[in-house]
């Protein structure tokens, strides 16, 4: 079975300083990472995926992720802040054969402070 | 570029009642996800299909079922509606195995 644990309902950040969202995976085969952005009364959008190519992911945003297997991580990082990524961010897993749906995350609530 | 639609965007029932969401998956997408999002929770896994096939199925209630039609739209039927049914519902859409899934904005379901 798989899971994501995300590290902090909640994150503060000022303007303008460094994001770093934590996630941490268990899967028993090699997985699929996803990292989705939800702004309020809205969709997922995809910020990025993990899919055993590079272990350093970019997406868009200015976001990127870098998957550590040894870790078992999956941390989504920004170097500088906007205010327009105050939104909710889910991890999510996935095996990598087949349909198979999405695990997600307990979501984290990024709030980017003026 | 095309993105999934799902209609309605907002329904509301009462306790007991039925409903059909229906999700369009972006053009060439043969398969659909159903997930279901309650107030400050994380999306579950209901039901998912694959070139009109059921190909996987999460904690979907016995109440409601679903199903892929041949223009690969889906729709997701739920009866005996429960106050606990309230929830965002989300679909979405894949273009093949192993690629990552497209979101539709979901339908706001609210039971009275």
């Known amino acids: 079975a798989q899971s994501v644990t995300q590290l902090g309902s909640h994150v503060s950040v000022s303007e303008g300083a460094l994001v770093l969202l934590r996630c941490n995976y268990s899967?028993?085969?090699?997985?699929?990472l996803f990292w989705y952005v939800q702004y309020p009364n809205q969709g997922l959008q995809l910020l990025l995926k993990y899919t055993s190519a590079a272990t350093l992911v970019k997406g868009i945003n200015g976001f990127e992720a870098e998957f550590k297997k040894s870790e078992t991580s999956f941390h989504l990082t920004k170097p500088s802040a906007h205010m327009s990524d105050a939104a909710e961010y889910f991890c999510a897993v996935s095996e990598i054969s087949g349909n198979t749906p999405l695990v997600f995350g307990k979501g984290t609530r990024l709030s980017v402070i003026a | 570029a095309a993105g999934v639609i799902q209609s309605p965007r907002h329904l509301i029932k009462e306790k007991r009642e039925t409903a059909t969401l229906k999700c369009y998956p972006i053009p060439r997408h043969d398969t659909v996800y159903w997930y279901q999002q309650g107030p400050g929770q994380d999306p579950q896994f209901l039901i998912s299909f694959y070139e009109k096939m059921q190909s996987d199925k999460g904690s979907i209630p016995d109440r409601f079922s679903a199903q892929q039609f041949s223009d690969y739209h889906s729709e997701l039927n739920m009866s005996s509606l429960e106050l606990g049914d309230s929830a965002l519902y989300f679909c979405?859409?894949?273009?093949?195995?192993?690629?990552?899934?497209?979101f539709g904005d979901g339908t706001r379901l609210s039971i009275l």
């Open positions: 899967s028993s085969v090699p997985p699929y």
């Open positions: 979405a859409s894949s273009p093949q195995p192993n690629q990552p899934q497209h």
